[in-house]
């Protein structure tokens, strides 16, 4: 794994957007259709919001590449502006130019929501391997929505969300907690741990703790993100703050000033 402690959002921002770019660029190149897995959430905007300055001013293309959504809440409405499938077409790609059909997501507004998981499941198997998956952290260190106790071989499924995560959500839905739907579908460790590239970007104080525990703590399902450990190829991107908690700062910030010239993320 990579630790790369930069000073501030921003920085994280472009250096995500570089990594995210690399490998798409390096997928198709080897001949596509490249998956693009994609998070939601606040912590990946300003990496989107490079990707699509990229996109608008310097030509950059995902012609060819197919979105998947890390996850999806239940029970929300087909088009509900607060759906993760909505939020990340909003957000990123109408503006990067991706055809919504190429836009995919678990379907959180199915009749049976467990049989949508499974199917999600197979679509992505059958599209993949991911190229490379946007992840953020939750404060508690969950993943996707695999909260704390989810196994870390899971695949996608229907999971339970803590009244923690939907505290920290409320903010999307005009702060009440109760409009936050209880279920979501979403990725499973396992399924997470087989994109080719993971890369993962926190900011803030707030998640300190989750991303020492990711990085430096043991692997527990108690801690989603110490999956991390178990997959080849990741990218910590991480600002000062929430990066605050990690014991090695101090190494990761050499290997940073000490990377060779095309070693890329
Ligand atoms: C939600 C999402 C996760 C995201 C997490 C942290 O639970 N399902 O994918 O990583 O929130 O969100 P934020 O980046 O806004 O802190």
Redesign the pocket.
């Known amino acids: 794994m990579e630790v790369v402690l930069l000073p501030t959002a921003q920085d994280c921002g472009r250096v995500v957007a570089d990594a995210v770019a690399g490998s798409v660029l390096a997928a198709l190149a080897r001949g596509g259709p490249v998956v693009l897995g994609l998070?939601?959430?606040?912590?990946?905007l300003l990496a989107y919001r490079e990707l699509l300055r990229r996109h608008r001013d310097e030509g950059l293309s995902f012609a060819g590449v197919h979105a998947f959504l890390?996850?999806e809440y239940v029970g929300l409405p087909a088009g509900h502006p607060e759906s993760?499938r909505e939020v990340i077409r909003r957000e990123l790609t109408d503006s990067l130019g991706l055809d919504p059909a190429v836009v995919h997501g678990p379907d959180g507004s199915a009749a049976d929501p467990l049989q949508a998981a499974r199917d999600y499941e197979q679509q992505l198997l059958a599209a993949g391997p991911v190229a490379v998956q946007v992840?953020?952290?939750?404060?508690n260190g969950?993943?996707?929505?695999n909260e704390p106790g989810s196994s870390l071989a899971s695949r996608t499924r229907i999971k339970t969300?803590t009244e923690q995560?939907r505290v920290?959500?409320a903010r999307f839905f005009g702060g009440d907690v109760e409009a936050v739907p209880r279920h979501?579908i979403?990725q499973g460790l396992g399924t997470i741990l087989g994109a080719q590239h993971l890369v993962l970007?926190?900011t803030?104080e707030?998640?300190a703790e989750a991303v020492a525990a990711a990085v430096e703590g043991p692997l527990t399902a108690s801690c989603p993100g110490s999956v991390l450990q178990l997959h080849p190829h990741v990218t910590l991107v991480v600002d000062e703050a929430a990066g605050s908690r990690l014991a090695r700062a101090a190494h990761y910030r050499y290997v940073l000033g000490h990377k060779l010239a095309d070693q890329g993320w």
Do not use: E, Q
Not at 39 to 44: K, L, R
Not at 135 to 139: D, E, R
């Open positions: 998070a939601t959430g606040s912590s990946p890390l996850d993760y992840l953020g952290i939750g404060a969950h993943l996707g929505f969300l995560t920290d959500n979501v979403t970007v926190a803030g707030r998640k």
